[in-house]
């Protein structure tokens, strides 16, 4: 295998990513984060520029949502 060769995998942006969580109590919570937007009353959506972007505001989320636990 020549990896000199290989090629990024690339997700243009804008990138839009949707979330669906496990309650709507922890959908109004997450609805207090500016970018993300509700869809109905379990799912939100957020768009951003980057892959980077996207899975540091997953992973913020992912750790609010650890902490109400």
């Known amino acids: 295998r020549n990896l000199k060769?290989?090629?990024p995998f690339r997700?243009?942006?804008?990138?839009?990513?949707?979330?669906?969580t496990q309650s709507s109590a922890l959908a109004d919570l997450f609805c207090m984060w500016p970018t993300l937007e509700r869809?109905?009353?379990v799912t939100l959506r957020?768009?951003?520029?980057s892959m980077q972007a996207a899975i540091r505001?997953?992973?913020s989320l992912a750790a609010?949502?650890?902490m109400l636990r």
């Open 5 to 7: 060769k290989a090629i």
């Open 11 to 20: 997700i243009p942006a804008p990138i839009e990513c949707r979330l669906q």
């Open 39 to 41: 869809v109905d009353g």
């Open 46 to 49: 957020f768009t951003t520029d």
């Open 57 to 59: 505001t997953l992973n």
């Open 64 to 66: 609010m949502s650890f």
